[in-house]
């Protein structure tokens, strides 16, 4: 598959601010975005436009971050896409389903801004 020239981040988080703040911050480093506002919608914008890296709230109405993961990861051309969760519970148990379910990286919020941004960029070598 040829790499896209503007890599496409699928944000799942309910909470409007925080999905807008998401947004803002990874556009303005150029990133495309596109938002779900639960578990259900991510699975559909996932499907829809193959982005090349997730960032999945954990706590989710209608579907859990953690279960809407292993959907993902059920889905042969979603199979590789990396799925970052952020989560404000991120205890033991919380973290070892959310990687037993599929997630590559675990990060609490709040959020270190940097570490994060450095770790998105490393991931989609952008």
Same mark, same amino acid.
């Given at each position: 598959?040829?790499?896209?020239?503007?890599? &496409?981040?699928?944000?799942?988080?309910?909470?409007? $601010?925080?999905?807008?703040?998401?947004?803002?911050?990874?556009?303005?480093?150029?990133?495309?975005? =596109?938002?779900?506002?639960?578990?259900?919608?991510?699975?559909?914008?996932?499907?829809?436009?193959?982005?090349?890296? &997730?960032?999945?709230?954990?706590?989710?109405?209608?579907?859990?971050? =953690?279960?809407?993961?292993?959907?993902?990861?059920?889905?042969?051309?979603?199979?590789?896409?990396? &799925?970052?969760?952020?989560?404000?519970?991120?205890?033991? $148990? =919380?973290?070892?389903?959310?990687?037993?379910?599929?997630?590559?990286?675990?990060?609490?919020?709040?959020?270190?801004?940097?570490?994060?941004?450095?770790? &998105?960029?490393?991931?989609?070598?952008?």
């Amino acid at each position: 598959m040829l790499k896209r020239q503007t890599p &496409i981040i699928l944000i799942v988080e309910d909470y409007p $601010d925080t999905r807008t703040l998401l947004s803002s911050l990874l556009r303005a480093k150029g990133y495309m975005v =596109v938002e779900a506002g639960d578990g259900k919608e991510g699975l559909r914008q996932a499907n829809r436009v193959h982005p090349d890296l &997730i960032l999945m709230d954990l706590a989710l109405p209608e579907l859990d971050g =953690v279960e809407a993961t292993r959907q993902i990861r059920q889905r042969h051309s979603l199979a590789q896409t990396p &799925i970052f969760a952020v989560s404000a519970f991120t205890t033991s $148990d =919380v973290t070892r389903d959310a990687l037993a379910a599929g997630c590559d990286e675990i990060f609490a919020k709040p959020l270190e801004i940097e570490p994060f941004l450095g770790r &998105i960029r490393a991931t989609l070598n952008a």
